[in-house]
């Protein structure tokens, strides 16, 4: 069973910087595909960026260019790094490791004068 804890959530002014982490448990960590995912007040949970066991990025296209995400399988963590805030970027964030479908228990990121 794989858990995953975010942490590195926080308030942050509107053309800030903020870099989430994502720390996983059990050994299988480098063979999954890992993303994030934001869930703004009233909406329903929504993609932001993808990085494959290979190497693949991927983002949606409201972030491109401005978040980046990335890994280190030797801590067994993914990252996302997100610069240029806007307030629209409001929202809980979620790892999730796509083979498995584990969720962590989210971070709240408000972008915020």
């Known amino acids: 069973q794989v858990q995953l804890v975010e942490s590195g959530g926080g308030l942050v002014q509107p053309g800030g910087s903020l870099k989430l982490s994502c720390a996983a448990s059990?050994?299988?960590?480098?063979?999954?595909?890992m993303a994030w995912y934001r869930q703004a007040p009233g909406q329903q949970r929504e993609f932001i960026a993808r990085i494959n066991s290979s190497g693949f990025l991927s983002y949606e296209s409201s972030v491109k260019g401005r978040f980046t995400i990335s890994r280190d399988n030797a801590k067994k963590t993914v990252y996302l790094q997100m610069s240029s805030l806007k307030p629209e970027d409001t929202g809980v964030y979620y790892c999730?490791?796509?083979?498995?479908?584990?969720w962590g228990q989210g971070t709240q990121v408000t972008v915020s004068l």
């Open positions: 999730y490791a796509v083979d498995i479908s584990a």
């Open positions: 059990g050994s299988s960590f480098s063979n999954y595909d």
